[in-house]
Each structure stands twice: as C-alpha cells, then as structure tokens.
Nanobody, 116 residues
Framework: VQLVESGGDLVQPGESLRLSCAAS????????MSWYRQTPGKERELVAF????????NYADSVKGRFTISRDNAKNMAYLQMNHMKPEDTGIYCC??????????WGQGTKVTVSA
C-alpha cells in the first residue's frame, strides 16, 4: 500500500509543471485523492482534491484557476497540473488518501521550486 509522487522540478515563474501520484494496494477508484503542499514556516495546505469518479474537485483559493487535479482510475494515477506558477507555489507536494481503516496514507512528496 503506497503512494508515489513524481514530477517535481525547478521552474521559473509563469511556467507549468505536472505532478503525478501512482497508487498501489488500494481500491483506487473508490478513493478521494488529495494533493497537499508543505512550505517551511507554514502549515501544510490542502491544494486540491478530487472525488472517486473524477467528476468533482475542489481547490484552495490560492491555486484556483491555475491548478487542475485529475485522475485516471484505469491506471491508478492522480495528477496535478500547475500553470502560471508563482514563487509562493514552492514546496513539497504530497498526495494523500485514506486507508481502509480510516487512517491517512501519504506519499513521500515531490519538491517543487518556482524561482527566477
């Protein structure tokens, strides 16, 4: 049972980046999937989540209109497309879901740096 993120990189302001989260060991198509980010000195922030069907999603105000969360249930993958990136988007991005017992399942995170 694990989540593995990838896609983090160093980008310049205004550029785009796509993060991926590969899930294994869970009935992926029945799980809400979320992306969080952690920035030094700040509390962990829920960036976006997507419902199991993929039809519904929600975003933090700070990323609304710039980020898009999606999923491919056939591949057990969740994604976060980040456009028009800003320096304040810098952080460690983690995907998250819940285990069958109700606990949290986290990936190890992928580092995103937005800097000129």
């Amino acid at each position: 049972v694990q989540l593995v993120e990838s896609g983090g990189d160093l980008v310049q302001p205004g550029e785009s980046l796509r993060l991926s989260c590969a899930a294994s060991g869970i009935p992926f198509s029945s799980h809400i999937m979320s992306w969080y980010r952690q920035t030094p000195g700040k509390e962990r922030e829920l960036v976006a989540f997507i419902v199991p069907s993929g039809i519904g999603s929600n975003y933090a105000d700070s990323v609304k209109g710039r980020f898009t969360i999606s999923r491919d249930n056939a591949k057990n993958m969740a994604y976060l497309q980040m456009n028009h990136m800003k320096p304040e988007d810098t952080g460690i991005y983690c995907c998250q879901t819940h285990t069958a017992s109700g606990g949290d399942l986290w990936g190890q995170g992928t580092k995103v740096t937005v800097s000129a």
